[in-house]
């Protein structure tokens, strides 16, 4: 198991997020120009929750900092799906039944994907960041590793988050990241507001799935969740971690990618993202310029 030690990320983190607020993060995308592309993932619902099909670029309206933006680029469903599953392995997850859910969630998340085809990293923290198994289309070595990790020692949830999106946004295809966890954090440098910017700026739409705790009880996660473009889902039975695990892999798997050129200012831009008969929509909140040069992926 590789050891991926978040704290040199985070303090860079800190020092940009020092000067520019919440929005200013480190090692993300940047544009030096209007040429370049912001490009956003959309899920929407219909009323009931199932994911929209069949939409179009005409559908779908880009307000980037309340400016409208045209589409220059508009993608449906096709690709394959890359999913990195974050696991909570601190010693707080020893209570049952939150190891017990975990792994549920986590066979449940590999079971709804393509295996050979879509792909899956599997990632444990407790104080630092572990890669348990690299990226792979083959998900049995996924399924033993979850299973071979003791939960112990203390947490570093936000860290762990902001540096697991990092190495997901170099990822081919529809991308998410899934993070089960208790949702205590004992010693994490990052705030949840700084990680849901980190996530947002890179396109990274976060799914927490907290086990054994009640869904209201974590404002901060389930707001990380939103502003990055993902869900926050409560698991307290396995009928729940079913539930949790087919719904974010539906909404990865039907994300529309738009790609609109962005503002060249340097700071943080909000992104509102409309469409027409006002379905339920998620996507990231914003995107960062700087004037560093630009990071192509």
């Not at 949790?244 to 909404?251: K, L, T, Y």
Request: zero cysteines.
């Amino acid at each position: 198991m590789r050891v991926l030690d978040p704290r040199s990320t985070a303090l860079a983190l800190l020092v940009m997020l020092a000067v520019w607020d919440l929005a200013a993060v480190a090692q993300q995308p940047s544009f030096k120009s209007s040429a370049e592309r912001v490009t956003i993932a959309v899920v929407a619902r219909d009323r009931h929750g199932r994911p929209i099909t069949g939409l179009s670029a005409s559908d779908f309206e880009i307000l980037d900092d309340g400016q409208r933006r045209s589409i220059v680029d508009f993608q449906i469903a096709g690709s394959r799906v890359s999913v990195a599953l974050l696991l909570d392995t601190s010693g707080s997850m020893k209570l049952p039944p939150k190891f017990e859910l975990s792994t549920d969630v986590a066979n449940l998340l590999l079971a709804s994907l393509s295996e050979g085809v879509d792909e899956a990293g599997l990632f444990t923290f407790d104080k630092v960041l572990h890669l348990a198994h690299p990226f792979t289309t083959e998900f049995e070595p996924i399924r033993s590793a979850v299973h071979s990790t003791p939960p112990f020692g203390s947490t570093s949830l936000y860290d762990a988050i902001a540096d697991t999106a990092q190495q997901l946004s170099t990822r081919p295809g529809r991308r998410a990241l899934v993070v089960v966890t208790d949702g205590v954090d004992t010693s994490s440098l990052l705030a949840p507001a700084q990680v849901s910017a980190i996530a947002s700026s890179i396109d990274m739409p976060v799914y927490v799935v907290a086990v054994g705790i009640a869904p209201d009880s974590h404002g901060n996660l389930s707001d990380l969740a939103r502003w990055s473009g993902g869900a926050f889902y409560g698991v307290a039975t396995p009928a729940d971690s079913s539930l949790a695990a087919r719904q974010i892999v539906m909404d990865v798997r039907h994300q529309y990618l738009l790609a609109f050129e962005p503002d060249a200012s340097p700071g943080w831009h909000r992104i509102e993202v409309r469409a027409r008969q006002r379905p339920t929509l998620q996507a990231r909140s914003g995107y960062w310029v700087t004037d560093l040069p630009a990071v192509t992926r």
